[in-house]
Nanobody, 120 residues
Framework: QVQLVESGGGLVQPGGSLRLSCLAS????????MRWYRQAPGNQRELVAT???????NYASSVRGRFTISRDNAKNTVELQMNSLKPEDTAVYYC??????????????WGRGTQVTVSS
């Protein structure tokens, strides 16, 4: 079974940087679109960034210019480089991906999330 595991979250001061990583594992599969979501207390889960298998990217307006999503297809990882962090970026960040196991249909997977806290 495919699993997504996030890492790299933590506490950072406003203006600082963090780099999140998500590793997909669990056998032979093909990863299509990969995404980062986030959810703050009391808010709905929102889409932060996406990246296609070809490397095309999209960002939420609130993070554009500050965050960068990238992927390493050989390592089955997706990264989120977060710069110029603001307190409003505080949330649990989730990795999400559309993945097809060998000879199987496309399924959507979620990681368990990693906490990012931006505070002085």
């Amino acid at each position: 079974q495919v699993q997504l595991v996030e890492s790299g979250g933590g506490l950072v001061q406003p203006g600082g940087s963090l780099r999140l990583s998500c590793l997909a594992s669990g056998g032979a599969f093909t990863i299509y679109v990969m995404r980062w979501y986030r959810q703050a207390p009391g808010n709905q889960r929102e889409l932060v960034a996406t990246i296609t298998s070809g490397g095309s990217t999209n960002y939420a307006s609130s993070v554009r210019g500050r965050f960068t999503i990238s992927r390493d297809n050989a390592k089955n990882t997706v990264e989120l480089q977060m710069n110029s962090l603001k307190p409003e970026d505080t949330a649990v960040y989730y990795c999400n991906a559309d993945i097809a196991a060998m000879m199987r249909e496309l399924w959507n997977y979620w990681g368990r999330g990693t906490q990012v806290t931006v505070s002085s």
